[in-house]
């Protein structure tokens, strides 16, 4: 994983080289869908963009499926059929 620095170096360095953008990322092996990822996120938010974001843990979003599944099924759906009908 890079550091927000390393990624402003790489968008720095795509940006003032005489080269394509691809063949610039070609030649730093770098994937053009991650740079246009931290691009896009240094465009909307700055430096702060390109900070490595925490994932929510599988164990977290295990816990939330449940809840959504009794949500689901103690629903009423006697109206909304009603309705289609």
Do not use: H
Request: glycine share 4%.
């Amino acid at each position: 994983m890079r550091t927000a620095s390393e990624k402003l170096a790489i968008i720095r360095l795509v940006e003032d080289s005489g080269l394509s953008v691809r063949r610039t990322l070609d030649e730093i092996n770098v994937s053009r869908s991650s740079f246009y990822r931290w691009y896009d996120a240094y465009e909307r938010v700055g430096l702060d963009g390109l900070e490595r974001k925490g994932r929510a843990c599988p164990a977290d979003l295990n816990r939330r499926i449940p809840r959504s599944r009794t949500r689901v099924a103690s629903c009423d759906c006697s109206a909304l059929l009603l309705s289609y009908w």
